[in-house]
Structure formats: C-alpha cells, structure tokens
C-alpha cells in the first residue's frame, strides 16, 4: 500500500561554562522537537500524527591539579524516540505472519553518569580510568507472538515494538597511553562491564 512519511526535528542547544581555580563547570540544556507524519491515502485510519518535545540536561565538572592530574564527572539525560512505523497500526504483511506498531509507544529515556581520571606523565603519556553508569526507563524491544489473521484466515506469527522496561549498563575501563615519540603513541584498554 502506498503511504506518505515525514519527519521534522528541530534541536536547540545551550550551554554555559565557568573555570574557578582548578575547576571547570559546564551545563547544558537540550530541547528536542520531532514531528512524526505517516499517511495511508487508501486507509485513513491508520494514518499517524505525533509530535515529541522535551528539555534534557547535562552537567560536567572537571577539576585539574597543579601535578597533571585530572577528574571529571558529568551526568546527561538522553531520549530515544520511537520511529513511525512503531507507532502505527497498519499491518505489513510477510509470506507466513505480520508486523504492526503499537500507538502507546513510550519514549526511552536514560540517565547517563560518568567519572574518569587521568594522570598526565612527563616523557611517558597518561594512565587513567573511566567508570560509567546507564539507567534506561522503557527500553524498546521486540513482541512475537501469534494470533488469528483473517487476512490469513488462521493463526500466524507477527511482532510488534514493545517498551521492555528498564536496563541498567555499568562499566570500567583502565586505559595506559605510552608516547614513544611526537607522532607516535601505544595505547593499551582493560574493560568489565
């Protein structure tokens, strides 16, 4: 079936800074817009219109020391927004079972927290570790399930977009960087997550 798609976005960003002493303050504040638009001209009343909007901080502090040391800790929020096609209750049909969207969609939002420090070496490089922390709330996953088709006229298989729940992500990761001259470094990485 034929179907018209448009999606509009408009982001704005602003972001403030301030250094005192061996501190360095940075926020941030995102706005977000996302228009979705899907037309089925044949079928009106799968036809979807949605608009997204939101504000979504970030906040990174850095604090360097006088023997080239270095810590840092931010925090940013972040939204997934789902696709159209997720949203929509129009069928796409396959050779044996179906797919759909799901018009109670949520969006996915997750809370990212990050600590590192570093350690600059004189005729060495740095060593340093990073440790990051992700909550996401209403994650975007995949329904399967069957049901009764009467496009079929039996039970067949179909997916849908589902949001999951939640997930948390955390990590560690240990990095040494051995500069041999100017233009050439040896990195070594040790992660766990």
């Not at 440790?131 to 399967?144: G, I, Q, R, V």
Request: charged fraction near 20%; aromatic fraction near 16%; include cysteine.
């Amino acid at each position: 079936m034929d179907r018209y798609e448009r999606d509009g976005t408009f982001n704005t960003y602003v972001t403030l800074q301030h250094r005192f002493g061996g501190f360095t303050l940075k926020g941030g504040l995102r706005s977000e817009m996302l228009s979705l638009n899907l037309d089925y001209p044949n079928s009106s009343s799968h036809n979807l219109h949605k608009l997204y909007w939101g504000l979504f901080p970030s906040i990174h502090l850095s604090y360097r020391t006088k023997n080239m040391h270095n810590f840092k800790l931010s925090y940013t929020r972040r939204v997934n927004n789902p696709q159209a096609t997720d949203l929509t209750t129009y069928r796409t049909y396959d050779e044996d079972s179906f797919s759909t969207g799901k018009p109670d969609l949520l969006q996915a939002y997750t809370n990212s927290v990050e600590a590192g420090w570093t350690k600059y070496i004189k005729k060495f490089g740095n060593i340093g570790a990073n440790a990051w922390f992700k909550n996401t709330k209403d994650e975007f996953s995949t329904l399967m399930d069957v049901c009764y088709d009467p496009y079929f006229g039996r039970m067949v298989s179909f997916t849908q977009p589902i949001n999951a729940g939640r997930t948390l992500n955390t990590g560690v990761e240990e990095n040494v960087n051995y500069q041999l001259k100017t233009f050439m470094s040896i990195r070594f990485y040790g992660n766990l997550y």
